[in-house]
């Protein structure tokens, strides 16, 4: 994933809000909270992103992605700050890293 990559406006039937790209200034927490896929603890993914489910507009998802912005997990939360305070929690110094979506 290069400084230059955005996630497309819609990833899994989920409207794109807001991304952040993991850089070097951002640590992975291998004692925090952490997902898993198939039974297998996802490791550090190079984006995040926080989008609006397209059937519950209520449902705000927190999805971890990889290189190609492709979705490896979710987590689904109340609200974006709410998103935003997990994401902080598992990648500690995302929270500057958040770019909002022109039109979301």
């Excluded at 996630?7 to 790209?21: I, K, M």
């Excluded at 935003?84 to 990648?91: G, P, S």
Aim: net charge negative; hydrophobic share 40%.
């Amino acid at each position: 994933m290069n400084k230059e990559s955005r996630p497309p406006t819609e990833l899994d039937n989920a409207d794109v809000l807001e991304f952040a790209r993991i850089d070097a200034s951002v640590l992975h927490d291998p004692d925090g909270p952490y997902m898993v896929v198939d039974g297998t603890r996802l490791d550090s993914v190079p984006g995040l992103v926080i989008a609006r489910n397209q059937y519950d507009a209520a449902d705000i998802l927190l999805f971890f992605c990889d290189a190609d912005w492709y979705v490896l997990a979710a987590a689904s939360c109340p609200t974006v700050a709410e998103a935003k305070h997990r994401a902080e929690r598992e990648y500690r110094g995302v929270s500057r890293l958040w770019q909002h979506v022109a039109g979301a």
